[in-house]
């Protein structure tokens, strides 16, 4: 595997659920990040981690709990979802958090029900 | 705050003909200019990027930009499309000293044989 995998690519779970998503990075980079991508609107920066420790974290709500077990892995665990968050849940990493360039995943395709 | 205006929510135009995607930006300090490219179910991809020096720089597919300060642009341009160039384009700034940059909603490209 190269470059920024994301597992689920595809995702449907009702209300109740509790479901997580998982992004692995193969690039040796210290920063990880998830982004919300809603059609037409503008990729909404969720989480920002940077050698395991969340550095930002813009007024999520709480039923979205991201985990960074180490540098190359980042999950975002999903719990009573709402189906305005259905969406394409983008993870990307860079070699730290002070660089301008971001690699990112193929996204997973969240549908909630 | 930086913020990102993508006028062009759809872009449509005959293959070998030329485009330009608009971007706009608003800020009051230094800032680094990004395209990024977004093919059909895969993750954004930098297509280009300005941080210093020539005002105009060019991607390896045929595509350039150009910053243009005191009209605070940076607008995509290509002398002759493909269809393969069909694809979600997205602006992105970030300000000097700021890590994460700002994305624009994103220009649709389409290119019709």
């Known amino acids: 595997e190269t470059g920024v995998t994301q597992t689920p690519r595809h995702l449907v779970m009702g209300m109740t659920n509790k479901k997580s998503l998982k992004c692995e990075q193969h690039l040796g980079h210290n920063a990880m990040y998830w982004y919300k991508q809603s059609a037409k609107k503008p990729l909404e920066l969720m989480f920002v981690?940077?050698?395991?420790?969340?550095?930002e974290n813009n007024s999520v709500p709480s039923r979205f709990s991201p985990e960074c077990p180490n540098s190359s892995h980042l999950f975002l665990h999903l719990h009573t979802l709402q189906p305005e968050d259905s969406a394409l849940y983008l993870c990307a990493s860079s070699p730290d958090f002070t660089y301008n360039e971001q690699f990112f995943g193929p996204g997973t395709r969240l549908t909630v029900l | 705050a930086q913020s990102v205006t993508q006028l062009d929510s759809q872009v449509p135009v005959f293959e070998e003909a030329p485009v330009e995607l608009r971007c706009n930006y608003s800020s009051s300090v230094s800032v680094y200019l990004f395209w990024y490219v977004q093919y059909p179910n895969q993750g954004l991809q930098l297509l280009l990027k300005y941080l210093s020096g020539s005002t105009l720089v060019e991607s390896i597919n045929g595509f350039e930009a150009e910053f243009n300060k005191s009209q605070t642009s940076f607008h995509l341009r290509k002398p002759s499309v493909h269809i393969s160039d069909t694809a979600e384009y997205f602006c992105a700034v970030s300000e000097g000293g700021s890590y994460i940059p700002t994305f624009g909603r994103g220009t649709s490209l389409i290119v019709h044989p």
């Open positions: 981690y940077s050698l395991e420790e969340r550095v």
